[in-house]
Structure formats: structure tokens, C-alpha cells
């Protein structure tokens, strides 16, 4: 794997914002009214809650990052050497493959064990930067309907579907202009026992499973008794 610093874009991770436009005439010819195209990962990531979510990320969590890039130049030391005497080896005129193999071995070890502890290291910012996240994915469908409203658009298209489009037809900066209206920041620490809405989802519907699984038990009980054979 290749190891990085996590920089301020990198825990943020945003996107490029599209540019706004307006229904209009283009070079191209007519603008079909009526219909939009969006990048909700771009509207998210430009949003004003997003970007201001991010200096509060790094002082936060100040500690796990530079935990983090601490332990990613720890094993970047521990790896260098290693990886030289295996090129090295690899390199000589009769390479001992055994002693190569062995080697790799470990390199992939120490590899695979440094990333489980800083995938620990840093779960925290990436739960902080999730619920960041849905907080403001909470109000993208009414932000999305009041740009349309105010575009007169009735089709809002996702973007990565469209294989061709004129700018005038984005509506990312209209939805993002309607987000910042009504919800200029957000919390960046999740209450205690939060967890995801796709997590929250599965255990859901594991539950559901379970309790319909319980209920086929008991009504199959009575039946099941019947069907036992009486004493003489």
C-alpha cells in the first residue's frame, strides 16, 4: 500500500465545484427548459457547512491525525530498508528466492498490520466526517426542490449519467446557494453511540429478519405439537 499524510483536502475530501449557470441560449443552439443536471458529492463537498466543517475536523481530531501520520512515517522507516535488501536480492547474480520470499513475507506483515492500526487511528474522523456529512444530506432534498423551483425545472438528472451536457443546464450551484441558506454549519462530533446510516440500516433490517424469524418459529410450535403422536 502507499503511504500518505493526511493533508487538510484529503480529510475533507472535496470536490471541485461545478460552475452555476442559468437557463439561457448557448453557442450550441436552444436549452431544453425544464431540465437540470446535479453532482450531489459536488454539492455536498461545496457546500458552505462542508467547507467550514473542515478547520473544526483538524482541530478536533488534531491528536488522531497527527497519530496517523506519525504512525504512516513509522512504517514507511520500518518498510524502506526492507524493501532495498529485497531489491537487492533480487538483483544479485544468483538471488536466493527462498530468503527473497521470506522477506516479502514480512514486508507484507508489517504492511498489512500497520494499516489495521491506523484504519483504528483514524475511524474516528472518518465517523466525524460521515456524520458531517448526512447532517447535510438532510436537507439536500428540500435545497434540490427549491432550486428547481426557482430554475423551473421539473427533471433533475444525475450527472455521472449524462454522457454530454452544456454547463447551463448544472444545478449544483443553485442547490448549494439554497443548502447555505439553511444550514450554514453542522456539528463535527457525533453523539455517543452514533453510527451511519447505512449501518443503521443493515442492523435494521437484520432485526427485521430476526423478529420474522422468531414469529415463523412460533406460529410453526402449535402445529408441530399436533402432529406428535398420542399415548396409549
Do not use: C
Not at 484504519?119 to 436537507?139: S, T
Amino acid at each position: 500500500m502507499k503511504l500518505r499524510h493526511i493533508s487538510a483536502a484529503l480529510v475533507a475530501g472535496l470536490l471541485l465545484a461545478a460552475a452555476p449557470a442559468a437557463i439561457a441560449q448557448t453557442a450550441g443552439g436552444a436549452v431544453a427548459n425544464g431540465i437540470a443536471i446535479a453532482n450531489t458529492d459536488q454539492i455536498i463537498g461545496n457546500s458552505g457547512a462542508y467547507k467550514a466543517s473542515i478547520p473544526l475536523l483538524q482541530s478536533t481530531y488534531k491528536a488522531q491525525l497527527d497519530a496517523y501520520n506519525a504512525k504512516a512515517n513509522a512504517i514507511r522507516a520500518q518498510l524502506a530498508p526492507l524493501a532495498q535488501k529485497i531489491n537487492a536480492a533480487q538483483k544479485a547474480a544468483k538471488p536466493d528466492n527462498a530468503a527473497i520470499q521470506a522477506d516479502f513475507g514480512q514486508y507484507q506483515q508489517i504492511q498489512q498490520a500497520g494499516a489495521a492500526e491506523m484504519e483504528d487511528i483514524i475511524k474516528p474522523v472518518k465517523l466525524a466526517r460521515q456524520y458531517v456529512i448526512e447532517q447535510i444530506e438532510v436537507k439536500l432534498a428540500d435545497a434540490t426542490q427549491a432550486a428547481m423551483t426557482k430554475r423551473h425545472v421539473t427533471l433533475v438528472l444525475a450527472e455521472q449519467a449524462v454522457l454530454k451536457h452544456d454547463t447551463v443546464y448544472n444545478l449544483n450551484q443553485d442547490v448549494i446557494d439554497q443548502l447555505n441558506l439553511v444550514l450554514p454549519s453542522v456539528q463535527v462530533v457525533p453523539p455517543a453511540g452514533w453510527v451511519p446510516a447505512q449501518e443503521r440500516e443493515q442492523r435494521a433490517q437484520q432485526q427485521a429478519a430476526a423478529q420474522a424469524e422468531a414469529a415463523q418459529e412460533a406460529a410453526s410450535a402449535p402445529a408441530a405439537a399436533k402432529k406428535q403422536p398420542q399415548g396409549r
